[in-house]
């Protein structure tokens, strides 16, 4: 076990334990506006502070962490669920048009960055978290796919896939029994890098307002509210902004220390 | 090399009309009646129904697609509806900030990556690696918009050399690439830690490779083999990821626009989605991914500049 | 005067020992061969001369080139010495060049960076040495566009631009077949007497050691068992373990006769085609005819050998007889049924045939324990053994190979390359197949293991009636487990034949050169034990 693996397990898993927390507890009610007792510096009744709406800074960071983590949780959920089976499926047909076709859809899906693909929606249907959470899933399931081919492919050119053909075993099944094995440690820890992603995604989002909306606490909501308060009250944009970084910073340590853990010769994508 | 780069032009030419397709479907066939969405729900039927003749609506969905796409040939990106000006004239504006933010950001990028990537695999497990990486990581983990906070109350705020935001115009050129610096830097960071890291882990995949093996019996120092051997055979993955990045840096300029207030495409974007100008947010989303793909085919032309094996291939 | 002398030279990596007090001296004009199996060092005791040895390895001893002793000489020094005094050739000619630089640019480097000279200059010399070498291409191509023999010929140029006065050769003609060896042999050897300079040959084939080599050097476990003059070593062997090696060399088995004749697998007259890139973006794709007008028999328990180099199409006659592939011409049917059934596996014919792979290494899937493993081929059952049954056939699949019951619940990675061999066969055998492909099953073996495999096969085929087609580059071997013998030139079956009677009087020229090519064992001082 590395350093790595410790020091990322115990901050992500705090982050979760904030946001398990906030479904029965917070210090205070976020929606209940304390205007008076507006942009109060940490420390006292609020460890963290209060917004320019009196809020308790640490209680949104709570609610905020629940949303982040949800939003970033189905969103890689939705990539891996089709991004696997399209890559193990592009593996089976290699060279086939079928292949042609999936590699090129995820070409395309490429060239839209999760923040194009949450424009177009957003411009359509509105913001919400929902949107924010197809926008950035739909960019998850080519890294997946690809991912997922370029790691089946080798496997496919192995005696062992040649000896499972040779008992009569059909693409499909080798791909269950011989080929996803073989590579569910690198899916968790890329599903781990793309978590951390996703949450730095869902944060960009609710930024610029195409995200969660208000009342919905969240991260990127608070740094947006925080942008014109940020030379009379820094603390309404450091203590989100640092949640960010140390979710993500953990995500990021769990999947190296993961890899290096699993096994050491995994390459992540990171884009 | 020729047909390599035909190929590449194929594809390209084929990602850009399903792009296109992709964009039109969204924009102009999903939302039922985009007149009618763009206006609102309280509009009147007469306003709907001038809306609808302008934006062309009483024709097929053929016909619109087609004077679409060839008005976009032309330069003809069609009327916006809330600024009552072709929509190329909002555009030329606002790209002159748009374009230059990203490739500025891009160039720091790799300025700062590329050293810091080369010399950390080369002083492997060294202090020098150790620091490089644990820079990176957090790097990684920075919101480049918050980066970008932070970097106003330190440098504009605190310090004052730099302006918080807005942009001068061109007039000026140092001025303005003075105004878009902190921006670029916003941008380039945390990209940069991404790709110092692929370099890195490039570069070390490649020094276990056997003809490292045979360069190093030929005579050549560690630092030799890695420089003429290592460096240009890493490359290969390092390009795939500039690409990608490029794509980000546009899109995440969106986003940095909005911490600098910055008169770029994001602004654009933005105001145009409040107004519900769906013409204006059509265009600029193919814009931007024209640029991707666009910067995805120099991408693949690059591959074959640098590995002699893609320019045989067909 | 000797120009490499290694005096009690011991290395350890970490806490373990890789070499032990290894002596040898060679002289101008000399070649001497480092042979052992793997894991004997020989590897190490190169890389230790070059001065390129692993980080963390711990070098002890003396190692003197020409004067200078290399393991006290600080790294400047030594790269200065390596291209320049000493050059190096690697196995793999594949990956030891540098993909994205012309062949005539990387020659023309080991010049240009221990002379001043222009690069014009240096490259015109390049151009030389390649062309001293043999190689009829221009410098100006891409490694990617040269086989693999013409490769290691660009590898030997840039080992010797310089005239080195000592050549490291490390297994230099392993990965190449045996006509394309026999060339770069002559090459080495040529260019060690032209050059005078002194030959390190690091082989485990000891046919080319006592083909080539002046001296020989026998090593064992990091120690050296013998050394001495090739004559007097092959006359009189003084080391139990050199007797060994040089038997397993040689090793032949006893197959009994065959007790059937009835045919078992007809391949009739078939043709392979495989589709070519397109010529134009628009082009009809042309089609490369991988076999050519395949036709022979194998009856019940005929036991059948494939010989021919790498590209002869092997490999697809392989898959085309496992019923994977269709073919576009003829017909291949097995007791009278065609193996190929669409894009469902005829699963009554499928079981009748199973397969050995080369690669112990690639032929198991890591994830799944040994029991799992060799019971993949009940997949092809309509009614697979299950219970107690089905732990009757893992034991006895076990046993037959030479293994316990207690294999049964490990992985694959806790098996040394012959006991994965052994349990590749178990898993071909499970099913009781008529008919089994050993397709390079022991290439990848260590002789002794090798040896000891083939025996494992002879004794199966007492067992029970076995068939089997054996394909191999290795003719050795395939003379001594085959009844009858085809030899296949670029996708044609060439000659084929009783076994002794191919290797005695081969008629085709291709045959031929085949086995004129193949490096001989001499005839030991001693009777070779029966089996």
């Given at each position: 076990m590395s350093r790595n693996l410790i020091i990322g397990a115990v901050l992500s898993l705090f982050f979760l334990v904030l946001a398990a927390l906030s479904f029965v507890w917070?210090?205070?009610?976020?929606?209940?506006?304390d205007i008076p007792n507006?942009?109060?510096?940490?420390?006292?009744?609020?460890p963290l502070g209060t917004d320019h709406f009196g809020r308790d800074i640490l209680s949104m960071i709570m609610m905020g962490a629940r949303t982040s983590i949800a939003v970033a949780l189905v969103a890689v959920s939705i990539g891996m669920a089709l991004g696997i089976p399209l890559g193990l499926l592009a593996a089976a047909r290699h060279g086939s048009l079928l292949d042609e076709l999936i590699m090129r859809g995820n070409d395309l899906v490429f060239a839209f960055p999760s923040l194009v693909i949450a424009i177009l929606i957003t411009a359509v249907f509105g913001a919400s978290a929902v949107n924010a959470i197809i926008a950035i899933g739909i960019f998850n399931i080519p890294v997946f796919a690809r991912l997922t081919r370029g790691a089946a492919l080798p496997l496919w050119e192995r005696d062992f896939i040649l000896a499972a053909r040779v008992c009569g075993k059909s693409a499909a099944r080798i791909s269950v029994e011989h080929i996803l094995p073989n590579i569910t440690n690198l899916m968790i820890v890329q599903g781990t890098i793309q978590f951390s992603l996703g949450i730095l995604a869902e944060a960009a989002l609710s930024y610029i307002g195409l995200g969660a909306q208000p009342p919905t606490a969240s991260w990127g909501r608070m740094l947006a509210d925080a942008q014109t308060l940020v030379s009379i009250a820094p603390h309404t944009a450091l203590v989100p902004g640092f949640a960010i970084l140390l979710m993500v910073l953990g995500l990021n340590l769990l999947g190296d220390g993961l890899r290096d853990w699993l096994d050491p010769r995994i390459r992540v994508a990171r884009v | 090399m020729i047909r390599y780069a035909l190929g590449r032009l194929t594809s390209l030419i084929i990602s850009l009309f399903v792009a296109s397709l992709v964009i039109f479907a969204v924009i102009?066939?999903?939302?039922?009646?985009p007149a009618a969405f763009m206006l609102g729900?309280?509009?009147r039927p007469d306003t709907i129904a001038a809306l609808r003749a302008e934006m062309g609506l009483d024709q097929s969905l053929v016909t619109r697609y087609f004077d679409w796409v060839t008005g976009l040939l032309r330069g003809d990106f069609g009327q916006s509806?809330?600024?009552?000006?072709p929509v190329a004239e909002l555009i030329a504006d606002r790209i002159w900030v748009s374009l230059p933010l990203a490739s500025y950001a891009l160039i720091l990028s790799t300025l700062i990556a590329f050293p810091a990537g080369i010399y950390a695999a080369s002083r492997r497990g060294g202090p020098g690696d150790i620091t490089i990486m644990g820079a990176t990581q957090l790097g990684v983990a920075i919101p480049n918009f918050w980066f970008a906070m932070i970097l106003v109350l330190i440098f504009?705020?605190?310090?004052?050399?730099?302006?918080a935001g807005g942009f001068p115009g061109w007039s000026d050129p140092l001025l303005a690439i003075k105004s878009l610096t902190l921006p670029a830097i916003a941008l380039a960071l945390p990209q940069a830690a991404i790709l110092a890291r692929v370099m890195r882990s490039s570069l070390l995949d490649m020094l276990g490779e056997d003809f490292i093996r045979t360069a190093r019996a030929k005579g050549l120092s560690r630092r030799q083999a890695l420089w003429r051997h290592a460096v240009r055979n890493a490359l290969i993955p390092v390009l795939t990821i500039i690409g990608l990045q490029f794509s980000f840096l546009l899109a995440g300029g969106i986003i940095i626009e909005q911490v600098f207030f910055l008169p770029g495409l994001g602004r654009l974007i933005f105001q145009s989605i409040s107004a519900r100008d769906l013409i204006v947010v059509e265009s600029v989303v193919m814009l931007l991914v024209f640029t991707v793909i666009i910067v995805n085919f120099a991408v693949d032309l690059a591959y074959a500049v640098v590995d002699p094996r893609l320019r045989a291939k067909t | 005067m000797s120009i490499l002398r290694i005096s009690d030279l011991s290395l350890r990596i970490g806490p373990v020992?890789?070499?032990?007090d290894v002596n040898l001296s060679m002289n101008h004009g000399q070649i001497v061969a480092i042979t052992g199996e793997s894991g004997s060092g020989k590897s190490m005791t190169a890389l230790s001369v070059m001065g390129?040895?692993?980080?963390g390895a711990v070098a002890e001893g003396q190692i003197m080139l020409d004067g200078v002793d290399i393991l006290q000489t600080p790294e400047p020094d030594l790269c200065r010495m390596r291209g320049n005094a000493m050059g190096m050739v690697f196995q793999e000619p594949m990956t030891?060049?540098?993909?994205?630089?012309t062949i005539g640019a990387q020659v023309a480097e080991t010049i240009l960076i221990h002379e001043d000279v222009t690069r014009a200059a240096a490259h015109a010399r390049a151009a030389e040495m390649l062309e001293r070498v043999g190689?009829?291409?221009?410098?100006?191509?891409?490694?990617?566009?040269?086989?693999g023999g013409q490769r290691q010929r660009v590898v030997i140029a840039m080992a010797i631009a310089l005239r080195p006065k000592l050549l490291i050769a490390d297994e230099?003609?392993?990965?190449?077949d045996v006509t394309t060896q026999a060339r770069i042999l002559d090459l080495l050897q040529e260019l060690v007497r032209e050059f005078d300079m002194g030959m390190l040959l690091i082989t485990h084939d000891l046919a080319v050691v006592a083909d080539v080599a002046d001296q020989i050097v026998v090593m064992q476990k990091g120690r050296v068992v013998e050394a001495g003059p090739t004559q007097d070593l092959l006359a009189n062997m003084q080391h139990p373990y050199t007797r060994a090696l040089f038997e397993a060399s040689s090793h032949q088995v006893q197959l009994p006769a065959r007790s059937q004749t009835a045919l078992l697998l007809m391949v009739d007259q078939v043709a392979r085609d495989y589709p070519l890139p397109?010529?134009?973006?628009l082009g009809p794709r042309p089609n490369f005819r991988?076999?050519?007008?395949i036709s022979f028999q194998i009856g019940h328990g005929e036991r059948v050998g494939l010989v021919g180099e790498s590209g002869c199409g092997k490999s697809t006659l392989t898959r085309a007889i496992l019923g994977l592939e269709d073919v576009q011409a003829g017909q291949i049917r097995l007791d009278d049924a065609p193996v190929f059934a669409g894009k469902r596996p005829n699963l009554a014919v499928r079981r009748k045939m199973q397969v050995v792979f080369q690669d112990p290494y690639s032929s198991?899937?890591?994830?799944?324990?040994v029991e799992r493993l060799i019971t993949e081929?009940?997949?092809?059952?309509d009614d697979p053994p299950i219970g107690l049954a089905r732990d009757a056939a893992i034991t006895k699949a076990l046993q037959d190979v030479g293994?316990?019951?207690?294999?049964?619940?490990?992985?694959?990675?806790?098996?040394?390359g012959g006991q994965r061999q052994r349990i590749a066969i178990a898993r071909a055998l499970i099913i009781e197949p008529e008919l089994i492909i050993?397709?390079?099953?022991?290439?990848?073996?260590d002789v002794s293991v090798r040896a000891q495999v083939l025996d494992l096969i002879a004794d199966l085929c007492r067992k029970r009636p076995l068939a089997y087609l054996f394909i191999s580059h290795d003719l050795s071997v395939v003379r001594t487990v085959t009844d009858r013998v085809m030899v296949m030139q670029a996708g044609r079956i060439v000659e084929q034949g009783a076994t002794e009677d191919v290797f005695t009087d081969p008629q085709h020229p291709y045959t031929q050169t085949l086995i004129a090519a193949v490096p001989q064992l001499p005839e030991l001082s001693h009777a070779t034990d029966p089996v």
């Open positions: 917070t210090p205070y009610d976020i929606e209940a506006l507006k942009l109060h510096g940490p420390g006292g009744a609020n | 102009e066939v999903i939302p039922g009646d729900v309280n509009a509806w809330t600024y009552k000006t504009a705020i605190n310090l004052r050399w730099f302006s | 020992d890789i070499l032990r390129l040895l692993p980080r030891a060049l540098n993909p994205v630089q190689l009829k291409v221009a410098p100006s191509r891409y490694p990617h566009e040269l086989s230099p003609t392993t990965a190449l397109r010529k134009g973006l991988a076999l050519h007008d198991f899937n890591p994830r799944h324990r081929p009940f997949h092809l059952l293994l316990s019951r207690s294999d049964a619940g490990k992985y694959i990675h806790e098996f040394s050993f397709d390079e099953a022991v290439s990848a073996l």
